[in-house]
């Protein structure tokens, strides 16, 4: 059962831009997405970027400033507005949220991004 759905990636150029969106299925209702994390072959995830309600954003210092992460309650969502990609920003990126029925922290199925001329 998909509960985080994420939607965005795809193979851009350095220098380009891509928007990821992140929001729960219709059913995922106890389930708010938090934020996203990256992974490339044989690393650990990494944080990227994360926003709860109420609370400023926190990045990366590898992406402040290029990256903006925002939500919208009503609609459940969260979304990163990735600009001036550079090739090290390729990678998986994975939508985590908090299961506020469970108490666990859930993720995505992850979306690729590519930055490559």
């Known amino acids: 059962q998909v509960q985080l759905v994420e939607s965005g990636g795809g193979l851009v150029q350095p220098g380009e831009s891509l928007r990821l969106s992140c929001a729960a299925s219709r059913s995922a209702f106890m389930i708010q997405p938090v934020g996203w994390y990256r992974q490339t072959p044989g690393k650990q995830r990494e944080l990227v970027a994360t926003v709860r309600s109420g609370e400023f954003p926190n990045y990366a210092h590898s992406v402040k400033g290029r990256f903006t992460i925002s939500r919208d309650n009503t609609k459940n969502t969260v979304y990163l507005q990735m600009d001036g990609l550079k090739p090290e920003d390729s990678a998986v990126y994975y939508c985590?949220?908090?299961?506020?029925?469970?108490?666990?922290?859930?993720w995505g199925q992850g979306t690729q991004v590519t930055v490559s001329s």
């Open positions: 985590n949220g908090y299961d506020y029925h469970r108490g666990i922290d859930v």
